[in-house]
């Protein structure tokens, strides 16, 4: 096959040579950014006279053509046109004859690349955004649920103190709301148009890039033609956010996996999200979990892969760049299938109240409550903690909770103990007495789920 660059070349190029360079095997997923790219530049470039409008007209047809074939299936990608962006202007040189020929005109496959990757990116982050809502809103809707259950909440893996479960899945969409945030950021640099920076330099041609970006639907055009083409930034920032939301979703994934074991036994897992084990007839695993969980390395791995590969490249463009595909396109599909994964499952968990409620009952989550009731006492807080400290040790000295304590064992503890101490000390009291704002108690959390939705 004839290559578009091979005018300057007196040798064909070896055959190891265009698989090695090719990126075709997973470009070609940017063929309807490709070409939507190309009619807007055609477009551009046939009112501003730069090429004729019956050559632009006949190179849209070509294109609108091309399109066609790609969706039905019938359109052959060639290795030895080493990728999409050739393979598509080859087609269209086949089809339009000459005209086809001007569809480079005033542009680079440096500027087209980046102008398929931006729009491309565009789009997968508007979908990872509504994925990410979605999945709030069945985690209010599953904490709204269970907005009475109590349950232990942890510090070092240790029982701390008593929680509502609906306050602790909150947490979640606290993050989760962050990293949406963090999406819609990092949108704001993608959307900036790159085309016309052509090669690296811009072009002696007088393009219409404001115009293009009108067509384009972008509201920035790129400033700087050399950082136009050298320009990665937005990908890595893209794979962060990603990162940032793998964590928070590999620590829910951790959780309920280490919920759904028998040691913890709080929740119970929907048999259809589950699988069973090869020889064991009894097992039921988490494996969805597990590979949300598991998964979060290819995406830290896809970071730090293309922060390598930008990583003191000189400018302009550099064929390193091409390597930032694969990661980019692999996050897009991790991230994407985890978040519907677990939008579908959540609903379908079990939450074990009475096993979580019974969990909060026992060891001494209410010990923090006493120290506080002591501080309203006029106590200070420092010896609040102590005297309680020494409660805990007795109870454990004599193999006794904090509610089977009466008065008389209490208040040689401290004169200022009276019987309003039990209104303190049940867990139910406890977690409604955290009314501090963002507190764990049943009006706060109450509180925050109606502000959510009222969103
Ligand atoms: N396939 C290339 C990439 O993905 C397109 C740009 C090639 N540019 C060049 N000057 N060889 O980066």
Redesign the pocket.
Known sequence: MQKLWSGRFKEKTEKRVESFTS?LSF?TRLWKYDIEGSIAHVRMLGRQKIISKKDAESIIKGLDEIKSEIQAGKFRFLESL????MNIEHALIKKAGPAGGKIHTAR???D??ALDLRLFLRDEIKEVVKLIRGFQKVIVAVAEKNIDTVMPGYTHLQRAQPVLLSHHLLAYFEMLERDSERFEDCLKRVNVLPLGAA?LAGTTLPIDRKYVAGLLKFPAVSENSIDTVSDRDFVIEFISASSMLMVHLSRLSEEIIIWNSDEFGFVELPDAFTTGSSIMPQKKNPDVLELTRGRTGRVYGHLISVLTVMKALPLA?N?D??E??EPVFDTVDTVKSCLYILAEMFPKIRFRNKEMEKAAGSGFLTATDIAEYLVKKGMPFRDAHSVTGKIVRYCIDKNMTLTDLNLKDLKQFSKLIGKDIFHYITVEASVNGKTSFGGTSRKTVLARIKEIKKR
């Open positions: 990126s470009d080493e990728d999409v962006h680079s496959r440096n087209q690349v090669a463009y064929r760049m091409q930032d595909k």
